[in-house]
């Protein structure tokens, strides 16, 4: 890599794209040619910056200053006044106030803002993800190469196990067991599998670390892979992410070239061969077994369990799945060792967390905190707290599959424990605030409606019952439900959650339950006295035609 | 996008392409079926006909496979496609009122055609760009933070 004196990254996440980053990008290459600075100054698309607010983004290092949003027309100027002259282009800046701790490099700045912490995500929005020189010099596939040269898989496995990960899609199983459980069965061949079939609603943080860091995810599957004695990996990546996709396909092009992949891997005896499978548009395939059953070319439908995809997985043989973020904690902790990772967050959840924030609130976007982090201190502090100054009425944790916190437990810590304790699911790390003028009844019945939807229709106890569900949530936003109807509910819920047959429908109960035990008294004022106190729902008096 | 009248020779186009760049496998069946869906705009009879037929997969398999996936269509849509994302977060940030104009605009409910063939208004789960919600695509293009207001805006674009 040649070396220059700065460098500039355009943003290049959907939202700027939509709003013309290509664009600003060719003016750039333009603009930096006419003033002759193309040898001194490189330019780089770069994936999502983590902030939306004021894109497309413009960041110059090595001042890191951000521009943004900014517009075609804005470059002859930028790159004059920045570029040439060396005076930073004041009027184009991005918003002061908006600088939180969503960017990586904020973080360095100590005593400003509570320092985020950054490990999946420490390089998406910095490198180019579509160059693999730019992910080995920020210490890209040195952990392959220590797991391949110094170490046996059982020590590999014995490192996860000490640094305490937990799977980060939802469940929260310990990752280092989980890869034992792979190792240890005598199927053959074995197979593994990264999850990204991110599709939990609010939920987008798998996206950046794939169209912002491809490599990593390349880079430990490929040590999963030596660790459990598997010689193929899928990753599954949702239909709707063709951005990330490319980048996969190409990552895996360049890691082969270099001999990261492929054949005798790092010139060992080591062989592995990595496919990207799509979807088609599914949440329930986002469940392990489904997931499986779509990569063979079947309907999504989950399968029973046990067996476990661990020794009946793919093809019937062992199969680790992994999710993205889960993935991606990998290499850093090989990289620096088990005892590195447990500084960061509590002794029971070890690392980081990357939660979405997203909802009534001044500031929405990405954040990697360390886990116990609580939910006070995300709205005040990353989220710059709630919009038109409103009080937090709720927050729904974990997309839908999650649950409802009231604002009366905001400062609970947000780690497996703690939320174990006060029976919260962490889901995947989307957090959707809601602000006093969120009607409960109709949240609860949105958030059926997609399970209505989502259900695979394998098992009658999911399948019929968020559609009844749904209706009866209708019903009571149009203020025509008995309140008989609240002990439907309530069983309905019940039976979701002991009857289905996988997580979907099992969680599918917990809006209905969590609405019923915090919220009892507005969704009675539906049924009692017609009204909806936050003036959202309908009140139109029309039952659903059944 | 639909592509008008497909005539029996275009299909069948569709199909072997679809299956040489895969490989005639029952596991490559949803790649396959996405590529046809691709470039007919929906996977007609006759392609789940010639699917079959070649993979050696009974079609009532095919045919559930096919209308499991929500990116998949058995049936033509128009030639414009609009998904609205009706989650909760874009709920919350104000899609409930975007998803009226958006009926009002094209004058259908979710999940209808247009007579003429123009616009489907089809709702979904969720596009994964919460982060700028509500959130709409149309054929290829996404929009985010979208008001009442820029809806005629956005779809004149396509007219």
């Not at chain 1, 997309?399 to 939320?419: A, C, E, K, R, Y």
Request: glycine share 10%; charged share 20%.
């Amino acid at each position: 890599m040649k070396t220059v004196r700065s460098m500039v990254l355009v943003s290049s996440d959907a939202e700027s794209m939509v709003r013309g980053a290509q664009e600003v990008f060719r003016r750039l290459q333009q603009e930096l040619k006419a003033f002759n600075l193309e040898d001194e100054i490189s330019l780089t698309m770069v994936g999502d910056m983590g902030r939306h607010d004021a894109v497309p983004m413009v960041i110059v290092y090595p001042e890191a200053v951000i521009y943004g949003p900014v517009t075609p027309e804005d470059v002859h100027f930028l790159v004059e006044e920045h570029l040439y002259k060396g005076r930073v282009a004041d009027s184009l800046r991005a918003p002061a106030h908006e600088l939180t701790g969503h960017i990586a490099w904020l973080s360095a700045r100590k005593g400003t803002l509570p320092a985020e912490q950054r490990i999946v995500l420490e390089r998406a929005g910095v490198i180019d993800p579509s160059s693999i020189e730019d992910y080995i010099i920020h210490d890209g596939y040195q952990a392959l190469g220590r797991a391949l040269n110094e170490m046996t898989p059982a020590q590999v496995m014995a490192e996860l196990e000490k640094s305490g990960l937990k799977g980060r899609g939802g469940a929260g199983f310990p990752t280092g067991l989980k890869w034992k459980f792979v190792a240890r069965d005598k199927g053959t061949p074995k197979y593994v599998i990264c999850n990204a079939d991110e599709s939990e609603p609010g939920t987008f943080k798998d996206r950046l670390i794939l169209e912002g860091d491809p490599h990593s995810i390349i880079e430990a599957l490929t040590i999963a892979g030596y660790a459990v004695g598997a010689q193929e990996a899928y990753i599954y990546v949702r239909g709707e992410y063709a951005l990330a996709q490319e980048r996969l396909k190409l990552a895996i092009l360049q890691a082969k070239e270099m001999g990261f992949l492929g054949k005798n891997v790092f010139g060992t005896e080591f062989n592995f061969e990595i496919h990207i499978h799509s979807g088609a548009g599914a949440y329930i395939c986002g469940e392990e077994t489904a997931l499986i059953e779509s990569i063979e070319g079947k309907r999504g439908e989950p399968r029973s369990r046990p067996p476990y995809p661990t020794s009946n997985g793919l093809w019937g043989k062992p199969t680790l799945v992994n999710n993205v973020e889960t993935l991606a904690n990998v290499p850093p902790i090989l990289r620096n060792g088990p005892e590195w990772y447990r500084q960061f967050g509590t002794p029971g959840s070890p690392g980081t967390k990357v939660y979405t924030i997203l909802g009534n609130v001044n500031v929405t976007g990405l954040i990697e905190v360390p886990m116990g982090i609580t939910l006070r201190e995300v709205i005040t502090i990353y989220a710059k707290g709630m919009k038109h100054g409103a009080g937090l009425k709720l927050a729904q944790t974990g997309g839908s599959s999650g649950s409802i916190i009231p604002g009366v437990l905001q400062d609970t810590p947000m780690d497996f424990d703690s939320f174990n304790r006060t029976g919260v699911a962490m889901g995947s790390g989307a957090l959707l605030i809601c602000d006093d003028n969120t009607c409960v009844v109709d949240l609860a019945r949105v958030l059926l409606n997609f399970f209505r939807n989502e259900s695979c229709g394998k098992c009658s106890p999911c399948r019929i019952g968020n559609q009844r569900a749904y209706e009866i949530l209708t019903n009571i936003s149009a203020g025509v439900a008995p309140m008989s109807d609240l002990d439907v509910l309530t069983n309905l819920s019940e039976n979701l959650y002991q009857l289905s047959n996988c997580g979907l429908g099992q969680t599918a109960g917990s809006p209905i339950r969590d609405v019923l035990r915090y919220f009892r008294a507005e969704v009675e004022a539906h049924i009692l006295l017609k009204v909806c106190p936050v003036g959202v729902c309908s009140m139109s008096g029309k039952k659903v035609q059944v | 996008m639909t592509v008008g009248k497909l005539d029996g020779q275009a299909v069948l186009e569709a199909v072997q392409n679809a299956i040489i760049a895969h490989g005639a496998a029952k596991e490559e069946l949803i790649p396959i079926l996405s590529d046809v869906n691709r470039s007919l705009g929906y996977i007609p009879r006759e392609a789940m006909d010639e699917i079959s037929r070649q993979l050696r997969v009974p079609k009532s398999q095919l045919f559930s496979v096919a209308s499991f996936y929500q990116m998949l269509s058995t049936r033509p849509l128009g030639k414009h496609v609009i998904h609205f994302c009706e989650s909760a977060p874009c709920h919350v940030a104000g899609g409930r009122q975007v998803l009226q104009a958006l009926q009002q605009a094209v004058n259908l409910k979710p999940g209808e055609t247009s007579q003429d063939g123009q616009w489907s208004l089809l709702t979904t789960s969720c596009l994964g760009v919460c982060g700028v919600g509500p959130v709409m695509t149309v054929d290829e293009d996404i929009y985010g933070n979208i008001t009442p207001g820029q809806i005629k805006e956005i779809l004149a674009r396509y007219q």
